[in-house]
């Protein structure tokens, strides 16, 4: 079984949707998405990936499901949970609510470099449910929510989640396409690759429209295991001369005014 991440185009997320430059990648991927070979169609009910996927309707004859599952991680940090060292990891983002005078929530994994570095708890496949972070949040709850679904999921294609390996009922050469966000899918990898979901959300970043591809391998008859033959890919947009958008990353030099700080 191949599985297809594709994020969604570039979002414009005050209207849950996509920007003009976001419509330019999704065209340039729906030229390119009928030779992906795809059998099933899965959609994140977020705007910016419906309307993504939108454009390469027209190109696969497939009726997409909607999973809620696929949203954005929706895990926040509760500063008013955490103690000072703790909130410095959001030291430049931390807000106020202007009636209450309590810190807001926060993205749990929009945390600062200085901080993520100095705490490798974060990054072990064990230790992160017991950090600071994490103890200070709902990650864990999302998490098992999102990677029980997953494997609800693959169990019913055939893959039961045995431990740390799949069993094969029933194997599969089928093109399943998730269209959804890149916080999930890292959660999603992070669960087939055994490691922190931690590690892909700070140190992997993923284009709009661009594409991640796993597959089953099987060595051992009855037992498989997913590999990552490419992440991140635009080849769509490079062919198409559009430059990827840079939503996905922050300032490549902090003087670069014009980039995402």
Request: charged share 30%.
């Given at each position: 079984?191949r599985?297809l991440f594709?994020?969604h185009?570039?979002?414009?997320?005050?209207?849950?949707?996509?920007?003009?430059?976001?419509?330019?990648?999704?065209?340039l991927l729906?030229d390119?998405?009928d030779t992906?070979g795809?059998?099933?169609?899965?959609?994140?009910p977020?705007g910016?990936?419906r309307d993504?996927?939108?454009?390469c309707?027209?190109?696969?004859?497939?009726?997409p499901v909607?999973?809620?599952w696929?949203?954005?991680?929706?895990?926040r940090?509760?500063?008013?949970e955490?103690?000072?060292?703790t909130?410095?990891a959001f030291a430049?983002?931390?807000?106020?609510d202007?009636?209450?005078?309590?810190?807001?929530?926060?993205?749990?994994?929009?945390?600062?470099?200085?901080?993520?570095k100095?705490?490798?708890?974060?990054f072990?496949?064990?230790?992160w449910?017991?950090s600071?972070?994490?103890?200070?949040?709902?990650t864990?709850k999302?998490?098992?929510?999102?990677?029980?679904?997953f494997d609800d999921?693959?169990?019913?294609?055939?893959?039961k989640?045995?431990?740390?390996?799949?069993?094969?009922?029933?194997?599969s050469?089928?093109?399943?396409a998730?269209f959804?966000?890149?916080?999930?899918?890292?959660?999603?990898?992070?669960h087939l690759?055994?490691?922190?979901?931690f590690?892909?959300?700070?140190?992997?970043?993923?284009?709009p429209?661009s594409?991640?591809?796993i597959?089953?391998?099987?060595?051992?008859?009855?037992?498989?295991?997913?590999?990552?033959?490419?992440?991140g890919?635009?080849?769509h947009?490079?062919?198409?001369?559009?430059?990827p958008?840079?939503?996905a990353?922050?300032?490549?030099?902090?003087e670069n005014?014009?980039e995402r700080?």
């Amino acid at each position: 079984m191949r599985i297809l991440f594709i994020r969604h185009a570039d979002p414009d997320y005050v209207a849950d949707g996509i920007t003009d430059k976001g419509r330019i990648e999704a065209k340039l991927l729906a030229d390119r998405i009928d030779t992906f070979g795809i059998d099933e169609v899965y959609v994140s009910p977020l705007g910016r990936a419906r309307d993504t996927f939108a454009f390469c309707a027209n190109k696969l004859d497939i009726k997409p499901v909607t999973l809620d599952w696929l949203e954005e991680f929706p895990a926040r940090f509760d500063p008013e949970e955490a103690d000072e060292d703790t909130r410095m990891a959001f030291a430049t983002e931390l807000k106020t609510d202007e009636e209450t005078g309590k810190y807001k929530k926060r993205i749990v994994w929009d945390m600062l470099p200085s901080y993520y570095k100095d705490h490798p708890e974060l990054f072990d496949v064990s230790t992160w449910r017991d950090s600071d972070i994490v103890r200070s949040s709902d990650t864990i709850k999302c998490y098992d929510h999102i990677i029980r679904s997953f494997d609800d999921f693959l169990s019913d294609h055939g893959y039961k989640r045995s431990g740390n390996i799949y069993r094969v009922v029933s194997g599969s050469s089928d093109t399943i396409a998730f269209f959804c966000h890149f916080g999930v899918t890292s959660v999603m990898l992070s669960h087939l690759w055994g490691i922190s979901p931690f590690v892909p959300l700070q140190f992997l970043a993923a284009a709009p429209t661009s594409v991640t591809e796993i597959v089953t391998e099987e060595r051992e008859k009855g037992i498989a295991i997913f590999r990552t033959v490419r992440i991140g890919d635009i080849t769509h947009l490079t062919m198409g001369g559009e430059k990827p958008s840079f939503a996905a990353r922050f300032c490549e030099r902090f003087e670069n005014e014009d980039e995402r700080h």
